[in-house]
C-alpha cells in the first residue's frame, strides 16, 4: 500500500524559477528519499535524508524532514528544462530493517523554457 | 553509482503465455532485491521482495502464483509472470539493495510489458 501523499500532483513552472514539492507519510522512518523518473524510465536517487537529519543540500536540491508532521519538501532552485521529470518520495524503515520502500504518489514537475 | 540493469526493456506476448523478466546487479552483489509495478501516470507499488537463496516475500493482494520470482544469485533475480492476462500490462521495475548502510537502492531502468 502507498504510505506517502505528495503535493502538488502537478507542476509547471518557468526556467529559472524554484520548484517546491511537499511529501507527508504515515508511519515512523529510518529515512527518506528523493527519487526522479523521465517518463517511461527507471528511477534516479537523488537524495537521502535520515530520520535524525532536518535539512540536506545536494547542488540545486535542498531536502528537509519534520518528523513531527511526517513530512518533508524538495526545492529545486534555479530550475532547468531538463528538470521536467516526475519526483517521488519514498520511505524506508520504522523498527524493523526490510529494506523496503515505500513511494508517495509523485509530483510531475513540468519546467518550461 | 551502482548499476542495475533489467531485460527485456520491452516485452510484447500474447494472453496465456509467461514472460520472465531479469533484474541483475552489474557491480555490486545484492542479497535482497525489490520488484515494483507502475501502472501509467502513477506511482510505484511495491510487489515484492527478493532474498537470495530463500523465498520471496509478497507484499498484501499480490498472488505469488502468478508472478514467481526466483532469486539463484548474488546478482541476478528473476520475475515470471505467468499466464500473463492484459490486465498485466504495466511497467515493471526492479531495485537492488546495496550491502552495506545506508542500503541505498539502485534501479534498474524497467520492463514495459504489453499482454495482447
Known amino acids: 500500500s502507498q504510505q506517502g501523499e505528495e503535493d502538488p500532483q502537478a507542476l509547471s513552472i518557468q526556467e529559472g524559477e524554484n520548484a517546491t514539492m511537499n511529501c507527508s507519510y504515515k508511519?515512523?522512518?529510518?529515512?527518506l528519499q528523493w527519487y526522479r523518473q523521465n517518463s517511461g524510465r527507471g528511477l534516479v536517487h537523488l537524495i537521502l535524508?535520515?530520520?535524525?537529519?532536518r535539512e540536506k543540500h545536494s547542488g540545486r536540491l535542498r531536502v528537509t524532514l519534520d518528523t513531527s508532521k511526517k513530512s518533508s519538501s524538495l526545492l529545486i532552485t534555479a530550475s532547468r528544462a531538463a528538470d521536467t521529470a516526475s519526483y517521488f518520495c519514498a520511505t524506508a524503515g520504522g523498527s524493523s530493517n526490510t529494506g523496503k520502500l515505500i513511494f508517495g504518489q509523485g509530483t510531475t514537475l513540468q519546467v518550461k523554457p | 553509482g551502482a548499476v542495475v540493469s533489467q531485460h527485456p526493456s520491452r516485452v510484447i506476448c500474447k494472453s496465456g503465455t509467461s514472460v520472465k523478466i531479469e533484474c541483475r546487479s552489474l557491480d555490486f552483489q545484492a542479497t535482497t532485491m525489490f520488484w515494483y509495478r507502475q501502472f501509467p501516470k502513477q506511482s510505484l507499488m511495491l510487489m515484492a521482495t527478493s532474498n537470495e537463496g530463500s523465498k520471496a516475500t509478497y507484499e498484501q493482494g499480490v498472488e505469488k502464483d502468478k508472478f514467481l520470482i526466483n532469486h539463484a544469485s548474488l546478482t541476478l533475480s528473476t520475475l515470471t509472470v505467468t499466464s500473463a492476462h492484459p490486465e498485466d500490462s504495466s511497467f515493471y521495475i526492479c531495485s537492488a539493495r546495496a550491502p552495506l548502510w545506508p542500503y541505498e537502492q539502485y534501479f534498474g531502468p524497467g520492463t514495459r510489458l504489453t499482454v495482447t
Open positions: 535524508i535520515r530520520s535524525n537529519e
Open positions: 508511519t515512523s522512518i529510518n529515512n
